[in-house]
């Protein structure tokens, strides 16, 4: 006969089974986010997601309202063409927002001006949804800071300087000349 402990775990005494109350995993000692959409979140908010997000939607809309069989496209012309080249710029300029953060810029000046010129080369840029959608993602693209600024240590305009902190200015007795 064996001495050995048992190997199972023991029962809990408050009437819940092991399975049902899983212990709570500890956080990584590296400090990286655990689970995919904690790693999801923390990518996503490195980056102009919602930008890239409307001016995605936007070129959509652009694109795909125009279509139509081909035939139909063949008849009107440069209208439809032109339509449909509006909407994959946009849908590029949400992928380079999206993937290249640093060319936010670029990118989101190109989405309002395609955005704006969908306007009137594709039935007034997605029945003004499009347009709208790609000028959103567009200027909130290029206005876009990818951290919060750094406290300032200083400056001419504080507010909430104590008096006894405030550099008083010389003062100026007559015109200075003697």
């Known amino acids: 006969m064996s001495t050995d402990?048992?190997?199972d775990p023991?029962?809990?005494t408050d009437g819940t089974t092991a399975a049902a109350?899983?212990?709570p995993r500890p956080l990584p000692a590296t400090g990286q986010p655990r689970g995919a959409l904690a790693a999801f979140r923390h990518w996503r908010r490195t980056r102009p997601f919602w930008a890239a997000v409307w001016t995605g939607i936007g070129g959509f809309v652009i694109f795909f309202l125009p279509m139509a069989p081909l035939g139909k496209i063949l008849q009107v012309g440069v209208g439809g063409i032109a339509g449909m080249a509006g909407g994959v710029?946009?849908?590029a300029m949400a992928l380079l927002i999206l993937l290249m953060p640093s060319q936010?810029?670029?990118a989101g000046v190109l989405a309002v001006i395609a955005g704006v010129a969908s306007f009137p080369l594709?039935?007034?840029g997605g029945l003004f949804v499009g347009m709208v959608l790609a000028v959103l993602g567009?200027?909130?693209a290029f206005a876009w800071l990818p951290e919060k600024p750094a406290g300032r240590t200083g400056g001419?305009?504080?507010r909430g300087r104590k008096a006894a902190e405030t550099p008083v200015p010389p003062v100026s007795v007559g015109s200075g000349s003697a």
């Open 89 to 91: 710029v946009l849908m």
């Open 5 to 7: 402990p048992p190997t």
């Open 156 to 158: 001419l305009l504080r």
């Open 104 to 106: 936010r810029h670029t």
């Open 10 to 12: 023991p029962e809990p």
């Open 138 to 140: 567009g200027s909130m």
């Open 21 to 23: 109350s899983p212990r």
């Open 122 to 124: 594709s039935n007034l």
